[in-house]
Nanobody, 126 residues
Framework: QGQLLESGGGLVQPGGSLRLSCGVSGRTFGTFTMVGWFRQAPGKGREFVATIAYSGDTTYYADSVKGRFTISRDNGERIMYLQMNNLKPADTAIYYC??????????????????WGQGTQVTVSS
């Protein structure tokens, strides 16, 4: 239980916006301690983007996206979002949603998340 599926990626011009969605099957996001987003650009390692705690009122962001991206979730509807504004070419990557069942420490480490989606491509280019 707990399959994750992302949607909402695509091609956008620099300065544009996209909203990514992540759905979960078989359970609600409220049963995870933290859910978040990571990304991987071509030729680079996986990078933390943002995460949100069970309560929904505690969020963390990578410095590179702070002020431009917003993470949110609706526990009842099993949907999590990543609103991305003022996109830059450096944001081009495959974006993955992830969830963890235990703890909240080291929230930026992907190894602490046991559930992953298959990813959605975001390309920022003119």
């Amino acid at each position: 239980q707990g399959q994750l599926l992302e949607s909402g990626g695509g091609l956008v011009q620099p300065g544009g916006s996209l909203r990514l969605s992540c759905g979960v099957s078989g359970r609600t996001f409220g049963t995870f301690t933290m859910v978040g987003w990571f990304r991987q650009a071509p030729g680079k390692g996986r990078e933390f983007v943002a995460t949100i705690a069970y309560s929904g009122d505690t969020t963390y962001y990578a410095d590179s996206v702070k002020g431009r991206f917003t993470i949110s979730r609706d526990n009842g509807e099993r949907i999590m979002y990543l609103q991305m504004n003022n996109l830059k070419p450096a944001d081009t990557a495959i974006y993955y949603c992830a969830a963890r069942e235990f703890g909240w420490r080291d929230y930026a480490l992907g190894e602490n998340y046991g559930y992953w989606g298959q990813g959605t491509q975001v390309t920022v280019s003119s």
